[in-house]
């Protein structure tokens, strides 16, 4: 600081030399302070304001500050171009520095500005006239003084562009982006050691006044410089690195002086209020190696990984990474302070000792609580790092005590410890425990700072990776519980599906399948792909498979369906599309009736010879487009034929033509294969070598068994209330045939009631009774009447309304559709033994 005297300005930082300062001594940067008192004059003007602003102190002290910081006009002798530019706009800072000095201001202000200071001559004063100016990158702070004293405004500045001076190869040692600002000085570790210091950057005063302007600056808003959101130097004399070498060199340089009667040296002044540049420096490459190692992907054992290596060995010698039970869940966002029943997981553990020593005390995956008396519970309830210089006998029992009957004190007794919270919003997500080896310097104040830092990046990347990893299990369960657990065997055919996520663009996607069962003994078998990938799609996958799912049980047509589906998507929103291949399945006529929206075909496997062949259909529009015909056909097919459906995802590859995913699925699906199963995974297994799919994959694969003319009998019957009588006789001697006389009672009292309603309400056309032998015995009555019956509540003296709760308790399963003539009442019976 100034103490008092002008020892004179070094050439190379002082304006009169013309060219861009160069770097400050020891890589330090000059610190200027000014005191403006209530009259608005300068009442104090350091060293370092002589050498940033060109004016020599005894030419300061006196003079109004407005004049002497050039924020407002040009200065007298300086008359071309603009003096002075506000960085406000780029950086947000805030009101300038020109309304603080007028006392427009009751708070402190910072900010960033080029100001125009005039080239100094050899004898420290101002140049003549014209002889030239400087641009000078100022970053300032000031603040608004109270009190019984004279001062009203004390200002601090630093050089921007000396930050930005390299001192070797590589170029600039920090970032671009530099903006003052302020931080309650209980926001960095050891920031009661700093205030203890910042008397040294006031002017000499009494201990009273300069202890009331030091508490003045603490409750304002501690200086900090930001490099970054979350990356921020605090402002003080001495960074606590000890610089004891250059400083004894000043010392003696600064005595051989005044020994010999020369002036003293131009630094011999300059050690109080120099920002210990280097200490930063040093700090802001490792924080900025660190950074680039960490969150290079969203997987959060990856992250933790990441972050353990990241500091070992440069920064510590030992590092244990323990999180919260919900962040290594993949759960929500931990609520409430961790307390002695917090249960933390152990989640990586680095180290540079010889392989194996602590695998075994402290093995990776353990998870454990932390009694009060720790420095581990002091960190995670505080969110503070907590420093241990080193750990004494006393306290390794104590930790060691949590170990049950593992011995950790050889490990950590006599090394230095750090404990930083892993915090994201506020709230602890885990902590770090930080080791360095006896024989190595013990953990300061600065590598605290430097340790919390650290702990606020892992902690947010830490925290990205936990969220991604949240979401991604929200999206999974929603999606899961939207995929259908379809049943391995339906009504003349066996099914196997598979759903594979995608590893690239996304998990969560929007593709499904299904099968639904319908009238006649035939079977839905659907596929769909929702265009886009996360939540939104695989809600909307929720939807569309819900609604085709009710319009399958209505029988509609293919056509009809999709055309009611495209519908749909666009009452739904603009941004509904899909893709929709849609085919029903009628094992006792032996034929697909399919259509397609915008889907890619599917592959029809012959049992015959093991022929493959894609399906050509009319591929319509996506669902969702709107106006566009959807059109059907029917394919005659044989038992044992087997039909493949899938989604884009299979057959896509990168800088592959879909033709040739195309041809590789015709291929292995036609490959002979053991069971429904290994022949899906022969299909994957073939397709699925890309190493990584950017979309995910649904596939549906269906044996068409057929059901053989001998298992299924029909009758007709007239419109005559004799006629029930005929169908239970039918019933009964049909599944004698079958040996199925066990069903027969049950059989014949259901009919009876189906027939009599049919019969009841039918038009003209005949009743028709169709009974299939499957994995179930199932029954159908159809007549002409198109509305469909309910099932009633009937009281004991009503005559109507008993039929359908007949059928409802005995029937397995049992319903009603509407068909091209009328209306179906169908139900199931389980066959003996199954």
């Not at 008359?79 to 780029?90: I, K, V």
């Not at 050891?190 to 302007?213: N, T």
Request: aromatic share 6%; charged share 25%.
């Amino acid at each position: 600081m100034d103490r008092g005297t002008e020892r004179g300005t070094p050439p190379s930082r002082g304006a009169g030399s013309g060219a861009p300062p160069e770097p400050a001594d020891s890589g330090r940067v000059p610190l200027a302070v000014v005191v403006v008192d209530r009259a608005g004059l300068v009442s104090h003007w350091s060293s370092g304001a002589r050498r940033l602003f060109g004016v020599p102190k005894d030419e300061a002290i006196g003079r109004p500050a407005i004049d002497l910081l050039p924020v407002s006009g040009a200065l007298p002798d300086i008359d071309d171009g603009p003096p002075y530019e506000e960085y406000a706009p780029d950086d947000g800072l805030g009101p300038g520095l020109g309304t603080s000095l007028d006392g427009g201001l009751g708070y402190p202000a910072a900010g960033r500005a080029r100001l125009t200071v005039p080239e100094r001559d050899g004898t420290h004063g101002l140049a003549p006239s014209g002889c030239g100016r400087n641009r000078v990158d100022v970053l300032w702070w000031a603040y608004p003084l109270v009190g019984p004293g004279s001062e009203r405004l004390l200002v601090l500045a630093a050089d921007a562009e000396a930050l930005h001076q390299p001192d070797r190869d590589d170029g600039p040692l920090v970032p671009q982006r530099i903006a003052p600002g302020f931080a309650l000085h209980t926001d960095f570790p050891g920031a009661e050691d700093l205030a203890r210091r910042l008397p040294e950057i006031l002017p000499s005063m009494s201990v009273g006044q300069s202890a009331r302007i030091v508490a003045q600056m603490l409750e304002l808003g501690y200086p900090v410089l930001e490099f970054s959101q979350n990356d921020r130097v605090p402002v003080t004399p001495d960074w606590g690195v000890a610089r004891r070498v250059e400083r004894r060199a000043r010392r003696e340089r600064a005595a051989r002086a005044a020994a010999a009667g020369r002036p003293l040296p131009e630094d011999a002044d300059d050690e109080g209020e120099d920002l210990e540049y280097v200490a930063v420096r040093e700090r802001l490459e490792f924080l900025n190696e660190v950074s680039g190692k960490i969150g290079t992907s969203l997987d959060l054992t990856r992250t933790i990984g990441e972050v353990s290596r990241a500091v070992v060995p440069r920064f510590t010698d030992v590092a244990g990474t323990y999180l919260r039970e919900q962040v290594v869940a993949g759960e929500g966002f931990p609520d409430g302070v961790p307390d002695t029943t917090t249960m933390w997981h152990r989640v990586a553990l680095e180290h540079t000792d010889e392989p194996g020593r602590w695998d075994d005390v402290v093995p990776v995956g353990e998870a454990m609580p932390f009694p009060a008396h720790t420095p581990f519970f002091q960190c995670m309830t505080s969110g503070e790092p907590v420093l241990v210089p080193r750990i004494s006998e006393q306290l390794g029992h104590a930790i060691a005590s949590q170990f049950e009957k593992r011995d950790i004190r050889p490990l950590i007794t006599g090394r230095s410890m750090l404990v930083v919270p892993l915090k994201a919003r506020n709230v602890v997500l885990g902590f770090m425990i930080l080791l360095r080896h006896p024989e190595r310097a013990e953990f300061n104040d600065m590598d605290r700072v430097t340790g919390a830092e650290l702990a606020a990046r892992a902690g947010l990347v830490l925290d990205n990776a936990r969220m991604y990893t949240y979401q991604e299990s929200v999206a999974e369960t929603l999606q899961d519980s939207m995929l259908p657990h379809i049943p391995p065997r339906m009504a003349g055919c066996d099914i196997a599906t598979r759903y594979l996520p995608g590893t690239l663009l996304g998990r969560v996607g929007g593709d499904w399948f299904d099968s639904v069962k319908l009238p006649g003994a035939r079977t839905a078998l659907v596929v769909g792909d929702v265009m886009g990938h996360g939540l939104n799609s695989a809600a909307m996958m929720g939807q569309l498979r819900t609604a085709v799912q009710t319009m399958a049980a209505l029988d509609l047509p293919p056509a009809q369906l999709l055309r009611n589906l495209d519908d749909l998507a666009q009452r739904l929103g603009d941004s509904y599309l899909a893709t929709c291949l849609y085919a029903v399945y009628d094992p006792i006529a032996s034929e697909l009736h399919l259509a397609n929206a915008g889907h890619i075909p599917p592959v029809l496997v012959r049992a015959d010879g093991g022929r493959s062949e894609l399906l050509t259909l009319p591929t319509g529009a996506p669902i969702g487009v709107g106006g566009v015909p959807f059109e059907a056909v029917r394919v005659r097919v044989a038992p044992g034929d087997r039909l493949v459906m899938c989604t884009d995802g299979l057959v896509e590859m990168r800088g592959v033509d879909i033709g040739v995913g195309l041809a590789t699925l015709c291929e292995s699906a036609a490959h002979p294969a053991a069971s429904m199963d290994d022949a899906c995974d022969t299909i994957i297994r073939a397709l699925n070598t890309s190493g990584g799919r950017k979309d995910d994959v649904a596939l549906l694969m269906a044996r068409l068994n057929g059901i053989a003319p001998d298992d299924v009998a029909e009758w007709t019957f007239p419109l005559a209330p004799a006629q029930v009588g005929r169908a239970r006789a039918v019933i009964r001697e049909q599944l004698r045939a079958w040996g199925l006389a066990r069903l027969a009672d049950p059989a014949e009292l259901m009919v009876s009631e189906v027939v009599t309603n049919a019969v009841r309400h039918s038009h003209g056309r005949p009743v028709a009774l169709r009974l299939v032998r499957g994995d179930a015995l199932l029954c159908e009555v159809d007549d002409d009447d198109h509305e469909l019956p309910t099932l009633l509540s009937a009281g004991p003296g009503d005559e109507f309304g008993r039929g359908l709760s007949v059928v409802s308790a005995l029937a397995r399963e049992w319903g009603t559709s509407r068909n091209a003539v009328g209306k179906s009442v169908w139900f199931e019976l389980a066959l003996p033994g199954r």
